[in-house]
């Protein structure tokens, strides 16, 4: 079998303007001086921390700008609400994450790749672990529909991903018949739930060698999971 070729992913502004979460008509904002940029990347990071400590419902601007020492004032010329600099705060993790799903590996085999695949996912998960657990927490609570569309659009992105690759699979004769949209949709919730539940929620970061061991299941069970070829039946 070879190894899986992905696509390109749309970009993260792409996936936020599909969910209703960017309005490509408003006007772009003015490039922040470099003092500005300071300024803006000390709110994120604020961000990040109160989101993190204290969830999403609960998170308050006040509590991100006492955090980022800074005037509320500031956080309004950059931001125009709490679910703006969510999104900021967001951007980093789901764009690396993006990333690891879509890179193809360097290992030859297609279990091999399949390991390596994983494994990255999860340690890509286990870096910004906080903000991409709250995402399923504001999908549910927010009033704000569009994070519930966000949280959607991105699974259908990665099972579509899928998908596509088990269609080239299929193509070449590598695999056999099956349905590749159900398939493609239970190998993604099953990598979807297993960062949730074994790297999102801990009290604290599972080690290395967890992940490692974790990415290595998912491998094995993606590579299982595929249907054999077809043999011809042979001729007496």
Known sequence: MATQNPAT????????????????AAPAPKRPNRRGELTRERIV???????????YTRTRVSDITHRAKTAQGNFYRHFTDLDDVFLAAMHTGLQELSEATSRKATTSGELEALIEVNITYLHAYSRHRHILRLLRE?????????????????????????????????DRGEIGETDLDLLAESLGCMTEQMAYVHVGLPASTPKRER????????????FRALPPPVTAPEHR
């Open 211 to 222: 992940i490692d061991e974790l990415g290595r299941a998912l491998g094995e069970v993606w």
């Open 9 to 24: 992913p749309r970009s993260l502004d792409d996936v936020y303007t599909d969910a209703g979460l960017i309005d490509p």
């Open 45 to 55: 990071q604020a961000a990040i921390e109160c989101f993190s400590e204290y969830g």
């Open 138 to 170: 504001a999908a549910a609570a927010s009033a704000n529909e569009g994070f519930q569309q966000l949280w959607l659009k991105l699974r259908e992105d990665f099972i579509s991903r899928t998908r596509r690759w088990l269609q080239k699979l299929h």
